[in-house]
Each structure stands twice: as structure tokens, then as C-alpha cells.
T-cell receptor
Framework: GEDVEQSLFLSVREGDSSVINCTYT??????LYWYKQEPGAGLQLLTY?????DMKQDQRLTVLLNKKDKHLSLRIADTQTGDSAIYFC????????????????FGAGTQVVVTP | DTEVTQTPKHLVMGMTNKKSLKCEQH?????MYWYKQKAKKPPELMFV???????INESVPSRFSPECPNSSLLNLHLHALQPEDSALYLC?????????????FGPGTRLLVL
């Protein structure tokens, strides 16, 4: 199974806050990422958090990290229709080695649907 | 500039064809990656080049052959593909320095194998 788990679907009303959750297993991961993918497009980097932080805010985005529980969340304030997409959390090792193959891990992705 | 470009955007090929996917970045990144992504699934790492040295994912079939002519360019040569290889192929790059290894993705090439 995957080392990074996410809920698969989230429906939210326009203007409300969205919270997307992610759990990971590798406590040695130094950076954790959130990517957004719109239909037919590549992955767009949204934000990242360093493992010695517990919170990071960037405009409408707030990332919370609970390292003890290996839980990561992304909160989108004032969700807009343009936020409808699939959101992937990912753990990527600081240094890539042949032992790190399994550590290039994306979660399954959370499909966020924003309704008017 | 955080742009990774990929060509072509779409590709249809038969099982006997030979084709190549191309990826380019001019951010001075020293690591480049190929991912395969099926619909509604996360990307799966295929190959990594770091400082133009290849690391292979042993599970990737030999009908996929990567090439890194220089630190800005990455190719994926395709030969004798199967219909199940139809997917979105994503290229990414990262700086490869001490510190975060943020990967920047291209828009992808959507491949259909008939």
C-alpha cells in the first residue's frame, strides 16, 4: 500500500473553507508538499512545509503539520470555483539515493469539487 | 521562471512505432524526472537523472529508454509500447542542492498507444 494516504473526495461550497488531510509514514521526510492538478494539466506546486515547522501560511493557504501523528493538512480559505482540482500531498526525500525510490511518494489525491 | 516545457502535448502511436518525448528546463536544475500518471491516480516515478547520472526504477519496462543529453534536456524514447502504456507522462525538475528539493512539473504529454 501507499505510504501517504489522503481522503479521495471533498465537496465544499464556494466561499467556505476547505480542509484536505494527509497522513504519511516516513518520519525522516524533511519536506512535505502540496500540489494541485487541474484536469488535463501538470502538477502545480502550491506550498511546502519543512518538518521542523508546525504551521505555514501563504495567502489563502494554511498548512498544518502534526509530526507526532504524521498528519498534514491543507486549509483553503474562501474556496473559489477555480480551486476545483485534485490535490496531492507528497513526501520527497532531501537527498535522492537508490535507497530512496520508495520515498518518492505521492498520496492518491483528493478531488475537491467547489459548488456555487 | 519556474517553467518546465514538454513536447509534444499529445501523441498517438502504434505498438510498432518509435517515438520520443522531450522535456526542457532553463532554471539551472540538476535533477530531472520522468513520471507516468494514469487517470485519477498519483504520478509514479519512472526515472531520475541527477547531475546527468541515471537512477533506474527497476519496475519500468525496457521499452522506455531515458536520455539526458545535457542538464537542461531530458528525453524519453518509446519503442514497442503496449496499450496499457497509454497515460500522461510528466517531466519534473529540481535544483538538487542542500535544502528543499521542490519539484517543478511540466504540463505533460498525453500518450495514446493503439
Amino acid at each position: 500500500g501507499e505510504d501517504v494516504e489522503q481522503s479521495l473526495f471533498l465537496s465544499v461550497r464556494e466561499g467556505d473553507s476547505s480542509v484536505i488531510n494527509c497522513t504519511y509514514t516516513d518520519s525522516s521526510s524533511t519536506y512535505l508538499y502540496w500540489y494541485k492538478q487541474e484536469p488535463g494539466a501538470g502538477l502545480q506546486l502550491l506550498t511546502y512545509i519543512f518538518s521542523n515547522m508546525d504551521m505555514k501560511q501563504d495567502q489563502r493557504l494554511t498548512v498544518l503539520l502534526n509530526k507526532k501523528d504524521k498528519h498534514l493538512s491543507l486549509r483553503i480559505a474562501d474556496t473559489q470555483t477555480g480551486d476545483s482540482a485534485i490535490y496531492f500531498c507528497a513526501e520527497i526525500p532531501l537527498f535522492m539515493t537508490t535507497d530512496s525510490w520508495g520515498k518518492f511518494q505521492f498520496g492518491a489525491g483528493t478531488q475537491v469539487v467547489v459548488t456555487p | 521562471d519556474t517553467e518546465v516545457t514538454q513536447t509534444p502535448k499529445h501523441l498517438v502511436m502504434g505498438m510498432t512505432n518509435k517515438k520520443s518525448l522531450k522535456c526542457e528546463q532553463h532554471m539551472g536544475h540538476r535533477a530531472m524526472y520522468w513520471y507516468k500518471q494514469k487517470a485519477k491516480k498519483p504520478p509514479e516515478l519512472m526515472f531520475v537523472y541527477s547531475y546527468e547520472k541515471l537512477s533506474i526504477n527497476e519496475s519500468v519496462p525496457s521499452r522506455f529508454s531515458p536520455e539526458c543529453p545535457n542538464s537542461s534536456l531530458l528525453n524519453l524514447h518509446l519503442h514497442a509500447l503496449q496499450p496499457e502504456d497509454s497515460a500522461l507522462y510528466l517531466c519534473a525538475s529540481s535544483l538538487l542542492s542542500t535544502g528543499r528539493e521542490t519539484q517543478y512539473f511540466g504540463p505533460g504529454t498525453r500518450l495514446l498507444v493503439l
